[in-house]
């Protein structure tokens, strides 16, 4: 089985490091430089920017 590579855009990666403050880091010393902590807190972020999403279109489909 082949593993999914690039579920998340580069633009929404990089606007996650940007909102969690670790961007800087990204920028010297790329993404192989976060932490696991950080790294998790983007997809912890991630999973709750699509749970928003969709129940926006849930909410949407409703009406």
Same mark, same amino acid.
Do not use: C, P
């Given at each position: ?12 990666? +990089? ?5 969690? @403050? ?7 010393? @790329? ?6 902590? +950080?790294? @998790? $807190? ?5 999973? +709750? ?10 909410? $949407?489909?409703?009406?």
């Amino acid at each position: 089985m082949s593993r999914r590579r690039r579920t998340m855009s580069m633009q929404f990666k +990089e606007q996650l490091a940007k909102d969690l @403050g670790f961007y800087d880091v990204v920028k010297q010393g @790329g993404w192989g430089s976060i932490t696991s902590k +950080e790294a @998790g $807190n983007m997809v912890k972020r991630a999973v +709750e920017i699509a749970q928003q999403h969709l129940a926006q279109q849930s909410m $949407n489909q409703q009406k």
